[in-house]
């Protein structure tokens, strides 16, 4: 190996200049791995050495965090990183992806003494906008992979042994060439286990998990909207090679509600009102997710005015202030009169007809306005 005093810059090992991108790093490398490659270089020990030498710059010159320190110190800085490629073997292992992404596809390389989790599991949920409000637990159903009890997901029938996989002689990857570069990647046979069942189990046929149909209580919290997912860690399927289970997502999704619309963490309520209402004003109730709320609504509130009342929105999930509830009146006008409601407002008509109402005034000067931006100005200094 090396010493520290001859040992040459990882710059120049990969014949790039200090300022070189993250892949011009990763195309140099690629090129000194194809060019040193031990396939292409039988019996030759210095391309071996030039072959591990460049692995190492790389390591070091990929990872930001690496490079900048040693940018900063050289190799002093790095030294306790630098991985120390024994053999050629170690490469593969080291940066098994980066020689399967030549040949697309198969990234997962050098993932042999890695254990795999479980896979993530999928369940969807609709809540009402009462249930998304308050918060709820719910309890769920879904398919799901369970390890088998016989065998306790081992696969094999209980007694009996996995047997070395003869695909890999147990190693777990294997060795492809292609050209004169080698891709490694996980056995097909074993899926990279290394051994193999040998006498399969009876109550899974061998897969070491049944399905089952798997009960949860997922708890909601308050506030959650459409599209939001719960995750629940560890709850997914188990992993097949012992390692940590999968976890399970709740994805939500919330009914439409009849009178209540949400806007993020706000909600919009259409409030009717009557005329006599919107023109003397009235103390209304309204609706809210927290039960009947008084609203003053002033003499002289029109079609459209919205009322904030503030904190009856929805809760934020993330903990956040509460949103608020917007009232929008309306004014509804009644399809059938009493006879009385009928001459009071024949009588109101008359009195129309000699005097402009106020807001048929405003209307009128907001026309005016309009047409003749000079006279505007005044009447806005006016009001
Ligand atoms: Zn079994
Ligand atoms: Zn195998």
New binding site residues.
């Given amino acids: 190996m090396a010493t520290m005093a001859s040992k040459r810059d990882y710059y120049e090992i990969l014949g790039l200049k200090r300022n070189a991108s993250e892949r011009d790093i990763a195309i140099a490398y690629r090129k000194l791995a194809v060019k040193y490659h031990p396939d292409s270089n039988p019996g030759d020990a210095d391309a071996v050495e030039k072959f591990k030498e460049a692995a190492e710059a790389y390591e070091i010159l990929s990872e930001a965090d690496k490079r900048a320190r040693y940018d900063q110190f050289g190799h002093a800085g790095t030294d306790q990183f630098a991985h120390q490629f024994h053999d050629v073997e170690d490469v593969f292992e080291a940066f098994g992806d980066i020689f399967s992404e030549m040949f697309g596809g198969q990234r997962r390389g050098g993932g042999g003494r890695r254990v795999r989790r479980g896979a993530d599991v999928r369940v969807d949920v609709t809540l009402t906008l009462e249930e998304a409000a308050r918060g709820v637990v719910k309890n769920v159903e879904l398919p799901r992979n369970k390890a088998?009890?016989?065998?306790?997901?081992?696969?094999?029938?209980p007694g009996s042994q996995r047997a070395t996989c003869p695909h890999c002689q147990g190693r777990g990857q294997i060795v492809q060439s292609a050209g004169i570069l080698r891709v490694q990647t996980t056995c097909p046979s074993c899926q990279g286990a290394g051994s193999r069942v040998t006498d399969?189990?009876?109550?899974?046929?061998?897969?070491?998990?049944?399905q089952e149909r798997a009960k949860l209580d997922v708890t909601i919290p308050a506030g959650v909207d459409n599209g939001m997912r719960v995750r629940l860690a560890g709850y997914g399927e188990p992993s097949p090679e012992g390692g940590p289970p999968g976890d399970c997502y709740c994805f939500v999704a919330v009914k439409k509600h009849k009178i209540f619309e949400r806007e993020g963490t706000h909600l919009v309520l259409r409030m009717p009102i009557s005329y006599s209402q919107a023109a003397l004003g009235a103390s209304i109730e309204v609706p809210t997710m927290a039960g009947p709320h008084e609203l003053r609504v002033p003499a002289g509130t029109q079609s459209g005015d919205v009322f904030r009342v503030r904190g009856r929105g929805m809760p934020d999930p993330r903990g956040g202030s509460a949103g608020d509830l917007h009232v929008q009146t309306y004014i509804e006008v009644p399809k059938k009169l009493t006879p009385r409601q009928d001459k009071l407002l024949r009588e109101l008509a008359e009195v129309e007809k000699s005097e402009v109402s106020p807001h048929r005034k405003s209307f009128l000067e907001r026309l005016r306005e309009y047409f003749t931006p000079n006279e505007a100005a005044e009447t806005t200094t006016k009001e």
């Fill in positions: 088998c009890a016989t065998c306790k997901g081992s696969g094999s029938k399969p189990c009876n109550d899974c046929r061998g897969r070491g998990y049944v």
